[in-house]
């Protein structure tokens, strides 16, 4: 969404956070630039979903100028831990810098709304565009070559109901620990820390790291019944289902 008005600047980055990728940088420092700031978190689903056209991005921009800073805000105690984020971070493969947003500071700052949530700034530090949730990927991808006078074929949609148009079914809402009941969704995953395994419909998945693990996907949204089993050695700390297309008439 573009913005209302061409005067709304960017916050500083509150001094002392931790960084990862860089020692550390201010938004006055990025002046020239046009910046892209996405906040996230490690264990959330939609974040996790968003990552790969953020990514994307830094590696086709960034010679064209575009800077890209990640804002890592926990939304879960496991992902609060500064450690676990750059482990993620180097996990992930996420190359650009991440701020580490310890006190939800920056989140503050930008009267943020959600994950994953995006913020695009001119070269002169005004908000450009933002968007809220997954989607309009082409809409942010087209503002970006705006500001940097480049034009390419968008990236393409990475999963068919990321396709401009497609028609989606809200999915159920996310649950607080392990869920096993009814549901409906075009995919379902699982917050999940420890060492060991969870048993899903049938099928087991390996848990060896802190995140969001995907345990179910369908083609289309889907009703069904979870059937969610922890093992020893894990934690869930939510459950979690995203939107599928709509059934074919």
């Known amino acids: 969404m573009r913005a209302p008005v061409d005067h ?22 990025l002046r020239g630039s046009p910046v892209l700031v996405e906040f996230w978190d490690f264990c959330l689903p939609n974040s996790i979903r968003t990552l790969p056209y953020v990514k994307a991005w830094h590696e086709r921009y960034a010679s064209d100028g575009l800077r890209v800073i990640g804002v890592h805000s926990a939304r879960f105690e496991l992902s609060h831990d500064p450690d676990r984020v750059r482990e993620a971070v180097a996990r992930l493969g996420i190359e650009y810098p991440v701020v580490i947003d ?14 994953p949530a995006r913020y695009l700034f001119t070269a002169e530090s005004t908000l450009f565009e933002f968007h809220y949730g997954e989607g309009g990927y082409a809409d942010t991808e087209l503002a970006i070559q705006e500001l940097l006078g480049v034009e390419l074929e968008p990236l393409a949609p990475l999963r068919p109901e990321e396709v401009p148009g497609a028609e989606l079914v809200p ?8 869920y096993s009941g009814s549901f409906e969704a075009g995919g379902v995953w699982a917050v999940l820390d420890g060492d060991g395994v969870v048993r899903v ?15 179910l996907s369908f083609e289309r949204s889907t009703r069904g019944e979870l059937e969610l089993e922890v093992g020893a050695g894990v934690t869930c700390y939510a459950t979690c289902f995203t939107p599928g297309l709509a059934t074919c008439s």
């Open 171 to 178: 999915a159920s809402e996310q649950v607080e620990g392990a």
């Open 102 to 115: 310890v006190e939800h500071q920056i989140w503050q700052d930008y009267d943020n709304m959600g994950w």
């Open 201 to 215: 419909n049938g099928r087991t998945v390996t848990v060896d790291h802190p995140g969001a693990y995907e345990l």
């Open 8 to 29: 709304i600047y960017a916050p500083a980055f509150p001094p002392k956070l931790p960084w990862v990728n860089v020692a550390m940088l201010r938004m006055d420092q």
